[in-house]
């Protein structure tokens, strides 16, 4: 059974500082990975896209990658408030060209 | 572009009932997927196409549930009879290729199931 694992929070910061999130996965095989984000209410919307190990940064978001430790993380620099949402990591599955299996999220909440 | 498109956007029925949800893939997207979203479950893949042909199944919770595809632009899901806990979002989305493509979602369809 392969596997997204994600702490489901909540994760709560101050505005301005930086939220980290974090996703690990089962299968060593994977090679796309992707974070994306779901407001109450509303359909998931991507984020970020990272496929190779190192860091991604777009903006205010940084995307990271550890395929030997099956690892992802998504850093956002300055919060605000506007970023409170559910965030999930999707790992596409090896072998199935269009299979994503993603984690169950982890909501974060930016106070003011 | 208008995006993917779903309907209806919120349906209430009574157990037994047939359900069938719709969907508009994005024009010229290769894939097709429908996913379902609880909070207990989280987002689940139910079924996904390529090219209008069903590729993996596995995610369909039982037979109660069946997807089609006639064409491009058009997919159907159909839950018949349905039961309570069948209550969750349903998804469908689409992306141009496949693996490193972006999945775009449409806005769900809010199932209650009384």
């Not at chain 2, 894939?31 to 139910?46: A, K, P």
Request: with cysteine; proline share 5%.
């Amino acid at each position: 059974q392969k596997e997204v694992e994600q702490n489901s929070g909540p994760l709560s910061v101050p505005e301005g500082a930086i939220a980290s999130l974090n996703c690990t996965y089962s299968d060593r095989g994977s090679q796309s990975f992707f974070w994306y984000r779901q407001y109450s209410g509303k359909s998931p919307e991507l984020i970020m896209s990272i496929y190779s190990n190192g860091d991604k940064e777009d903006g205010r978001f940084t995307a990271q990658l550890n395929k030997a430790s099956q690892y992802v993380s998504l850093l956002i620099r300055d919060s605000q408030p506007s970023d409170s949402a559910t965030y999930l990591c999707a790992v596409n599955v090896r072998g199935s060209q269009g299979n994503l299996i993603f984690g169950k999220g982890t909501k974060l909440s930016v106070k003011p | 572009d208008a995006g993917v498109i779903q309907s209806p956007r919120h349906e209430v029925t009574e157990m037994g009932q047939e359900v069938t949800l719709r969907c508009k893939p994005i024009s010229g997207h290769d894939y097709l997927f429908w996913y379902r979203q609880t909070m207990m479950r989280g987002l689940e893949l139910l079924i996904y196409f390529n090219n209008n042909v069903p590729i993996d199944d596995s995610g369909m919770p039982e037979d109660r549930f069946s997807a089609k595809m006639p064409n491009a632009s058009f997919s159907t899901l159909k839950i018949q009879p349905s039961e309570p806990r069948d209550s969750a979002v349903y998804f469908c989305a689409s992306s141009l290729r496949s693996g490193r493509d972006t999945i775009y979602f449409g806005e769900g369809s809010w199932l209650t199931v009384v």
